[in-house]
């Protein structure tokens, strides 16, 4: 190497390697390397390309705050720089941040001008492919699965053409877990079976730890909890390995909240205790709400009724304040149960505003069986042995077959 262009290359290739490995503090040493010898050489276009790459790498790291200092400065150079597809690129991953961060709205907006600018380029399909995949992830997060297919099965022509693996897994990741969401198993497996399969061919440590966990997912809406455990647990060991706190917690929660379905809410507590921590440290506001409102889960479990009303109140503030509905609802749930129990007319009450609050099926199966189990009413019972069978025959999820078997049992 005999000039600073030649090693600005070599260590953009090198942070290029340490990325697909999972080695990400090592990236980012590499990468401020080429931030520093850029400012020397004063290629504006270079330096957002690499604050672009540490951008994500700081996520990844769980320096979100940093993260979008550096996507945000990338944004004022690709504008002034005019180039669209950079443009386009970081604005996309803004997006992926914020949904990260339980910023929906913000997360959307951003994704949004990502989709006008790749659109005001027809030429810019590898663009268009990933603010389409993102959109159907964002559809996912709020149950929205057709809407979410749609974005995915539109991204799925562009991906098919360029060849890219490294995005097709990607792809069929997201699309098992909407398949898996809308009680497809089969379909769901053989997605995230197929994505695997490529993912160890391309040696990408941190997709491979994803799709453990999304296969974690699947084996326990099946009811087999051994097994799902097991997959989140080489999720977790993956994981840690490279050094991605943020999906370490995300699945330390999905295993305590196995745990709980499982009915072992001691084992779920002491998991709840370790993620509450790594979520303190990312400083993720709805990773803490989400644990909170677990939590109050598990101590209602044991029968501790007060504390468990006290965490429900907590989580609750913490969840609407990051706006995350199924922890709204999993808390607005938890209390009016618990209020059941000083009052059940009181409970009853609650929980017929919560029946008028939400339209989603599943929702609505749940708050009628939570109902029937308060008033004891033949026609409640009716009413929740309808709904969840119409639930379990779209989703065969354990937890509805359990349902269903004690209705069939108190008829």
């Not at 040493?29 to 050489?41: F, I, M, N, V, Y």
């Not at 562009?158 to 060849?163: R, V």
């Amino acid at each position: 190497i005999s000039t600073p262009w030649e090693r600005y290359e070599v260590l953009d290739k090198m942070a290029d390697v340490l990325h697909r490995v999972g080695r990400w503090e090592e990236q980012r040493a590499k990468l401020d390397e080429c931030l520093a010898l850029l400012g020397e050489l004063g290629d504006k276009a270079l330096i957002a390309r690499i604050l672009n790459k540490n951008g994500m790498v700081n996520n990844y790291l769980g320096d979100a705050e940093l993260s979008l200092a550096h996507l945000n400065r990338a944004v004022e150079l690709a504008s002034s720089l005019d180039d669209k597809l950079l443009l386009s690129n970081v604005y996309i991953n803004i997006g992926h941040i914020y949904t990260d961060k339980g910023q929906y709205d913000l997360a959307e907006e951003n994704l949004t001008i990502a989709l006008e600018i790749v659109r005001s380029n027809p030429d810019n399909q590898a663009e268009l492919a990933s603010c389409r995949m993102a959109l159907g992830s964002l559809n996912s997060l709020f149950s929205k699965y057709d809407q979410a297919l749609y974005w995915y099965e539109k991204t799925a022509d562009i991906l098919l053409e360029s060849g890219c693996l490294e995005d097709q897994s990607s792809l069929l990741g997201n699309m098992g877990i909407v398949h898996m969401n809308m009680g497809h198993f089969d379909k769901a497996d053989d997605f995230f079976r197929d994505a695997l399969v490529i993912c160890r061919k391309q040696g990408v440590k941190r997709k491979i730890a994803v799709i453990y966990g999304n296969m974690g997912q699947l084996y326990r809406m099946r009811g087999d909890f051994s097994g799902a455990i097991e997959l989140i647990e080489r999720q977790i060991d993956i994981a840690r390995q490279i050094g991605d706190i943020s999906q370490v917690t995300v699945a330390i929660y999905n295993k305590a909240d196995t745990y709980k379905y499982s009915g072992d809410y001691a084992a779920a507590l002491k998991l709840i205790k370790q993620g509450q921590s790594l979520a303190e440290e990312l400083q993720n506001a709805l990773f803490i709400a989400v644990f909170r409102v677990l939590e109050a889960e598990c101590v209602y479990g044991l029968g501790d009724y007060a504390t468990a009303e006290d965490l429900a109140e907590e989580g609750l503030r913490m969840a609407e304040r990051v706006r995350f509905p199924d922890a709204i609802y999993d808390a607005e749930v938890l209390r009016a149960r618990l209020l059941a129990r000083r009052d059940p007319a009181a409970g009853l009450e609650a929980l017929d505003a919560l029946l008028e609050k939400y339209a989603d099926p599943k929702r609505l199966a749940l708050l009628s069986y939570h109902r029937y189990r308060i008033s004891g009413n033949g026609e409640h019972r009716r009413l929740a042995r309808e709904r969840i069978a119409a639930l379990y025959e779209q989703t065969p999820d354990y937890q509805y077959e359990n349902i269903l078997e004690e209705l069939h049992r108190d008829d």
